[in-house]
């Protein structure tokens, strides 16, 4: 009986030592999962990392272009502005432009009045004769009797006051 106890001792011991090494080969192949699996999770980690770091990266682009439309934003309010301040300018001298046009073509315009045409003064109509003498505008050509043309004025055509009208002389006076 001893012997049989024995034996099956023995075959315990063998079943349990066999247990033993299937135990230890599931273990040394745990461990190299878990080893591996280590592997993996460092490796998650770092793109983890890797990705926190781009995205804060973005955020901060994020932000800054954020920051500079709004300068942007700022600058066309500000360009606008400018550009309407310039158009009403333009548009003011455009106005002024034709006013002085429409000056300059009234002086271009003008001529020189012809002696042996006119026999009286333009102005008053008094027959110009030995004592009552012609006297030429210098602004309008027209020819005059020194009554109507006793002013002296600057006009563009020269540096120095010349004779002019009383009509011209008024026009000239006021503008």
């Keep these: 009986m001893f012997d049989t106890q024995v034996g099956q001792l023995r075959d315990n011991l063998s079943t349990m030592h066999s247990d033993l090494v299937n135990h230890q080969d599931k273990v040394i192949t745990l461990e190299g999962k878990v080893d591996e699996l280590s592997g993996d999770k460092l490796e998650l980690e770092a ?7 781009e995205r804060r990266a973005l955020l901060e682009r994020c932000l800054s272009s954020e920051s500079e439309c709004e300068k942007l934003r700022t600058l066309t309010v500000e360009l606008r502005r400018k550009l309407d301040d310039a158009l009403s300018a333009l548009h003011e001298l455009g106005r002024e432009n034709q006013t002085l046009q429409l000056e300059t073509a009234k ?18 109509q008094k027959i110009f004769s030995v004592t009552n003498r012609k006297h030429h505008c210098r602004n309008c ?17 020269h540096k120095k006051p010349v004779r002019v009208c009383d009509n011209c002389f008024g026009e000239l006076c006021t503008s």
């Design 141 to 157: 050509g027209n020819i005059f009797c020194h009554e109507c043309s006793s002013h002296n004025a600057t006009i563009a055509a």
């Design 47 to 53: 793109k983890l990392e890797n990705a926190l770091d």
């Design 107 to 124: 002086h271009v315009n003008r001529k020189w009045a012809n002696d042996s045409e006119v026999d009286c003064c333009t102005l008053c």
